[in-house]
């Protein structure tokens, strides 16, 4: 793994994670820490941008790609990532938590408290513990929507990584009906699993791929809650998809994305007629809840 750190001010910045969002694993830039700003929305004039490449990129490639997109970083440092091993750092990592009435824990955690709905998810090799700011903002928007919304008869979660919130999903609606889908198949094994050990296997059966084919746009019921708790441009991409299988009063709850990309992703929902119900921010990260 490598990580190309730019240092640039706010206008580049934004021209360089266009350029290099789809050329790296991951991309995200922040304003440089110790700023003094006279009002609040004064826009920092030092930011720095983080890639990260599974192979080594080569410079002299990424400098052409940067000047043809009128990019003009201060610096550029490239350099090697040491390995981590993240099972085992996810590991030593994972105590309980609480989003809302759920508590997610693992199976040497305490005996859960009263009057929660616990989910038990041990760190394994797929996205979604709790942990993150994302998962638990989709777990928290879940929370505040089933208190509105008090029975909902489909719910499909998008790119379920462990499936956490599609459990999150059958345990506050016993009667729902329960979709999960991953296009990684290794997220997918580990979600069976979890799905098992939550005494869920019934009702809920993960596949490898898309929920939003031309297949399953055809054939699925409309759903009234959609998780899709991915990347910001994959998010774009799948507008049409989970709009189209949106039941009437239903929502979609989006995570994954920064705060500062939230009128990007917003606009393309907003091409089908949905519109920003909710939103929670937490260390940077945005869960989006809309509907039409």
């Not at 105590?95 to 199976?107: C, D, M, Q």
């Not at 791929?209 to 054939?219: D, H, I, M």
């Not at 940077?284 to 039409?292: A, E, P």
Request: proline share 7%.
């Amino acid at each position: 793994m490598f990580q190309l750190t730019l240092k640039l001010d706010h206008q580049n910045a934004q021209r360089a994670e266009a350029v290099l969002g789809d050329l790296a694993l991951a991309v995200i830039w922040f304003e440089e820490p110790g700023q003094k700003l006279v009002a609040v929305e004064d826009i920092a004039p030092n930011w720095q941008l983080d890639a990260i490449f599974a192979q080594k990129p080569d410079l002299h490639d990424i400098k052409k790609i940067l000047r043809t997109a009128l990019v003009q970083p201060k610096r550029i440092i490239l350099k090697k990532l040491p390995p981590v091993d993240w099972l085992k750092q996810n590991q030593e990592s994972f105590a309980p938590i609480r989003a809302g009435r759920f508590y997610v824990h693992p199976t040497d955690a305490p005996r859960a408290p009263p009057a929660v709905l616990p989910i038990l998810i041990d760190a394994a090799t797929a996205f979604g513990t709790g942990q993150h700011a994302t998962t638990w903002g989709c777990l928290a928007a879940l929370d505040r929507i089933a208190r509105i919304k008090h029975h909902a008869q489909s719910v499909c979660d998008m790119g379920c990584g462990t499936a956490i919130l599609a459990m999150a999903a059958g345990r506050i609606w016993p009667m729902a009906r329960l979709t999960a889908a991953d296009i990684d198949p290794e997220a997918v094994r580990v979600s069976k699993r979890n799905v098992a050990v939550n005494g869920l296997r019934p009702r809920l059966q993960p596949i490898v791929g898309s929920a939003f084919t031309q297949r399953a746009l055809r054939s699925a019921p409309k759903h009234d809650v959609i998780f899709a708790n991915i990347l910001a441009k994959p998010l774009r991409r799948l507008a049409l998809g989970m709009q189209a299988q949106l039941a009437p009063n239903g929502v979609i709850i989006l995570s994954g994305l920064l705060t500062h990309q939230e009128n990007m992703v917003l606009s393309a929902y907003a091409r089908f007629g949905l519109r920003l119900v909710s939103r929670i921010r937490v260390d940077g990260w945005s869960t989006l809840v809309v509907s039409r």
